[in-house]
């Protein structure tokens, strides 16, 4: 199992900048990427961005040129966000994708943390 804690959600004034940690904890080895996703009231969870374990990023279109995600080890996941705008507004969660064998049979595993609030606001 891989446990995820995240970090560093607050409340923000518009146009600032705000930075996500997320500490991976447990079988570590076996995660094979980490992304963040956000989820405002009433609404599907939604990818912010990912990474994969070879350093390829993938970002919503949404974020594209304002946040930032990266990996500093295996156990610390980042999303540098700037110019934060109101529609930013979310609870953010880390995600991470774990892949086990026990040959013939691979197992894929999908871990969340329990998020951390960003409220942009003036």
Known sequence: QVQLVESG???VQPGGSLRL???ASGSIFSITSMGWYRQTPGNQRELVAEISSGGTTNYADFVKGRFTISRDNI???YLQMTSLEPRDTAKYYCNARSKEVVAPTVYEYTHWGQGTQVTVSS
Do not use: Q
């Open 75 to 77: 156990k610390k996941l």
């Open 21 to 23: 940690s997320c500490t």
């Open 9 to 11: 959600g607050d409340l």
